[in-house]
């Protein structure tokens, strides 16, 4: 009986895979607003009816996609303590996953994403960039005068994200490392300056 669901849960496994790389090559191809159920399913070579036992659609695609991806980074998060400036390995993680699949998150991100499903996407990206970023910002209260911290943080998880898509659309100009660096730097440049006004 164990052995017959296992190999259930592989072919599950199999079977989401599937759909998610022909959704991955496919929104490359023809953007996301062009894409269809049909157009997933044919090109993953399954039924219809096998797609729809796994999602209600193609959004509901994108967001267990993400939410997958986002696990992967959440499982890796604490796991070490680094100092101040470190750059932390998960934002390398997602620059090299982000890097790995360039026309998707182009095609997600860039200046040709529909608005609405752009700024869905933009939030769960900066939500990333933000908890790869992040530095027990609970501890931190903001002084007089000052923007609240959230605030701050939601801005400049905002700009993080709008560099890496400045870095997708010139086809990664340098290094994933180097961004990487420039990001955290950008987090503890602007957040530490807008904490430090009128403080």
Known sequence: MQKSKGIEDLRVYRTRK???QAFIELTEEKGFAALTVRDITERAMVNRSTFY???LDKYDLLDQYLSEISGLFDDREGQ???SSHEVPSTLIDLLRHMQQFAGFYRAMLGAKADPLLEQRFRQKMEKRVLSCADQARSEQTSPPGA???NLVYTTTAAAGCSAIVWWLEHDQPYPLEHLAQWLNQFVY???GSSLKLNG
Do not use: A, G, W
């Open 18 to 20: 599937l759909l998610q």
């Open 53 to 55: 036992r796994h999602y």
């Open 80 to 82: 070490s303590e680094r």
């Open 147 to 149: 923007p609240p911290i």
């Open 189 to 191: 440049d602007l957040s």
